[in-house]
Structure formats: C-alpha cells, structure tokens
C-alpha cells in the first residue's frame, strides 16, 4: 500500500513539475517568476510543493499548505553558498532560470548519476564569472522554511 502511494505520488509530481515552470510574461525571454524548489510527503500522505515566486521587493516562498512569507535574494544565496557544492561540468543545465540578483540566477534540476536508482531534485546557483553551485531541493527547502519560521518567531516576538 504505501509502495503505491508512493509511485502514485512520484507520478504526480513528474506531471506536476513539468507544470510549474512559469514562464515571464514575453515569451522570448527564457526567465522565470515561479520556481519550484522541494516537494515532500506530509504526515497525511499528500504532496507538499515549495515555490519560489519572484515579487517586486524579494521572493514569496509558498506551498501548497498555506505557508506564505517573504525571503530576499541574500538568504537564497547565503544558503546555496552554505550547501551548495560546484557542479560537474558534464551535467547539461537546459532549464528556465529565475534572475536574483547581479546577474544570479537559480534552477532547478531534475538530475539522474550513474549510480542512483532514480533522479534527484536540485537547485542550481549560476552567478557570473563563478562556477555553479548546486545543492539538495531538500536540503535547500529545509533551510529556507528554517529560515522563514524562525524570521516569524522573532516578528511575533517583538
């Protein structure tokens, strides 16, 4: 039973993450305003889905179970910078990117090595003139909702 859910919520989430890329309004240019960043599986059994969504003044991190909150270009590159590690220069990055800041940019890259059973998710850091950092979706995700709940914890506090 839970071997099936589990391939049913792989399935999802493959038809799912070919959906979420969303392009910028001009369709010549190749930047995104919406980027997943981690999926996981609640205690319920459902889909947890993290986004990044590029607004005026920083980047919305939402899922769809309700979190909502603001995060600025530095947090995402302090993190990327704290557990990214350089790409391989064989892996081949085709993927829309989502501009942060001084030419930055994120990714997300769905990547399969020799020797994994399945492909993994990861968020790829490109900044010019650098090589690109590339970390866990997981381990990005984990940190950034760390990050975002602490941040509401000392608001609340004060």
């Keep these: 039973m839970y071997r099936r859910r589990l391939l049913q919520i792989s399935a999802e989430s493959d038809r ?8 910028a309004s ?3 240019d190749p930047s995104l305003t919406e980027l997943m960043i981690g999926e996981h599986i609640r205690d319920d059994g459902s889909a947890c889905q993290t986004r990044l969504i590029a607004r005026e003044h920083g980047f919305e991190m939402s899922d769809n179970h309700g979190l909502r909150t603001m995060i600025t270009a530095p947090v995402i590159v302090a993190v990327m910078q704290r557990y990214g590690r ?3 220069d064989d892996v081949v990055m085709s993927e829309p990117a989502l501009p942060l800041d001084a030419g930055m940019t994120l990714r997300h890259l ?5 020797v994994d059973a ?3 998710d990861y968020i790829v850091l490109c900044a010019n003139g650098q090589p690109p950092l590339a970390a866990l979706s997981s381990v990005v995700t984990g940190a950034l909702r760390f990050l975002a709940t602490r941040a509401s914890q000392a608001e609340s506090a004060d």
């Design 16 to 23: 799912m993450h070919r959906a979420v890329i969303a392009p």
């Design 26 to 28: 001009d369709s010549k």
């Design 86 to 88: 350089p790409l391989a």
């Design 110 to 114: 769905r990547y399969r090595a020799q």
């Design 118 to 120: 399945s492909a993994r």
